[in-house]
């Protein structure tokens, strides 16, 4: 029996190529998404045909209950979950405060650090019983900037990061290695970046930044995904930074 690697975002971007990956080095890919059944299936697929093992579920992670089961189904049936990669997204798009409802600001929140709560209360004692695993958490640079227009998505995302700090806090003496990953730049991802700006525009960024390796690469993006995965205990990492070299890092920004 393999051992696990559970992707819940698993588009065709970050989430769909970090578990092709995670395939082709010896696991099993776990693929979660929300919508795109024909899309999910085209990615478990790609696996497979590449000789790697892989199962695609539809998940709505705002459903109650619905990342719990998964765990669970997934230690019963598939095996053990070595791995996770948490990769919701929580962007509504630039909003003023007073076009930001109550619900789309939870919403946020709910995608963002309660998902992750959710998935970590139920997976950490599976890994702690084991003596160890990995979580890894996508995020973005609203994690650490809030911008305006960004009041739902930083708060969300400002919550995701100490919840994995907390996380790490609590279980990093344990064996369970926490890692949050902020994704500071524009990546080439059909289901995120594409669907936001249609196909049009879409190509034409590719065809210009992207040819010039200014968009992030979700296949470069991935090797980090593993090589973090992979570390010795003595030299974890907790968190890290990608952006392409042409964009300005956050820190920078006016």
Known sequence: MKPVCLVIGAGAGIGGTVGAKFAREGYHAVLCRRSDEDGLNKLVE???SEGGEATGFLMNALDESSIE???AHVEKEIGPIEVVI???GAQIGDRTLADTSYKAFEMGWRLAT???FR???TVTPYMEERGGGKILVTS???SVRGNAGQHS???AMGGRRLLCQTLNAQFASKGIHVAHIIVDGAVDAPDTLGKMLGPELFQKLRDTRGAQDGLLQPEKMAETYYHIAQQHRSVWTHELDLRSYSDTA???HD
């Open 250 to 252: 956050w820190w920078n």
């Open 114 to 116: 309660f998902g992750l």
């Open 153 to 155: 998505h930083a708060a």
């Open 69 to 71: 089961d998964r765990v």
């Open 140 to 142: 973005a640079t609203a």
């Open 119 to 121: 998935l970590a209360k």
């Open 46 to 48: 790609g696996i497979r």
């Open 86 to 88: 948490y990769n919701l």
